[in-house]
């Protein structure tokens, strides 16, 4: 199979090919020589998932959120539970919310086949993530490689550090500042919410609680999500097009119609207002700010005395306990 450009997909959505500055260690060409097929397999089997289910692609994109605000993006929301270590799948803002670990152990069964010890499970992340927004619609752009796994995670890291779905303005700029994203990519990576679902329990407080919401929009929640109930009744982040990637979710939050408190918070009479405004607007626009906050996003980097290795299984290190 010939070697494939780290452009790929290239045709069908707006195409964006930005490079951007990131750590040195990071490549676009990284698998070049070592394993010329790694993106190629990556992607097929990102398409075979989501023709078989259309949450997939969220589901891909969030686990590299997931992983990458946990001490850099380390191939650490991966990790299942052993006896040094407790691992971040069952950390509050996961816990039977992330799903698409299965894909991952596919792509990394392959890449082993093919090129046995060279493609990090971090990597297999960053390149899904860009493939499942391309394949709804989104924007695609260079995927810088090169990172490492880690050979530990953490459950208490996991609940301190991800953004929640009932925080404000002033906590998610917060948070993202910790881990070295700006205001602005704050606004662009919040589109991410343009595609899958959320857990009643995500945003039951907003429905009960919040003013600034609209009451129609209220109304019809709360009728799938009472006070007290099933906490796993799950409801679009985008009432609109929730499997495609566009900048729907702007234009919900223009008429108080999103669905988390954290989401509306990005409109609510704050300094993020206009930049909601330009994205519900111009698309392209939208497109062009989230590919450079997903590659700004993609090279946080771990701790610098944090041991790390090339996984041979996705969700165990090489060594076990």
Partial sequence: ?????????????????????????????????????????????VVEALRNDSRMAASLLRLHF???????????????????????KRAYPNDNSLRGFNVIDIIK???????????????????AARDAVFHTGGPTWEVELGRRDALTASRDAANIHMPSSLSNIT???????????????????????????????????R???????????????????????????LEKLDFRTQSRFDNLYYKNLLTKQGLLHSDQ???????????VRKYSRDVSLFFRSFSRAMIKM????????????????CRSPNIQP
């Avoid at 070697?3 to 964006?16: K, T």
């Fill in 66 to 88: 997931h992983d990458c605000f946990v001490n850099g993006c380390d191939g650490s929301v991966l990790l299942d539970d052993n006896t040094k270590f407790a691992g971040e």
């Fill in 298 to 313: 993609g090279a946080i980097s771990p701790p610098n005395a944090a041991p790390s290795e090339i996984r041979r299984h």
């Fill in 1 to 45: 199979m010939p070697s494939l450009s780290n452009n790929l997909p290239s045709v069908c959505a707006i195409v964006l090919i930005l490079s951007l500055s990131v750590e040195a260690q990071l490549s676009i060409d990284h698998y070049y020589s070592s394993c010329p097929q790694a993106l190629h397999i990556v992607h097929d089997v």
């Fill in 109 to 127: 069964a392959r890449l082993e086949k093919a090129c046995p010890n060279i493609v990090s499970c971090a990597d297999i992340l960053a390149i």
């Fill in 207 to 233: 429905i009960y609680g919040d003013v600034n919401i609209n009451p129609s929009f209220g109304e019809t929640l709360r009728k799938k999500c009472p006070r007290v109930g099933n906490d796993s009744v």
């Fill in 171 to 205: 906590v998610l700029t917060a948070n993202f500042a910790a881990v070295g994203l700006s205001f602005e990519d704050l606004i662009a990576l919040s589109g991410a919410h343009t595609l899958g679902y959320a857990r009643c329990k995500s945003f039951r407080p």
């Fill in 265 to 275: 918070e990005l409109y609510n009479s704050n300094k993020a207002d206009p930049i």
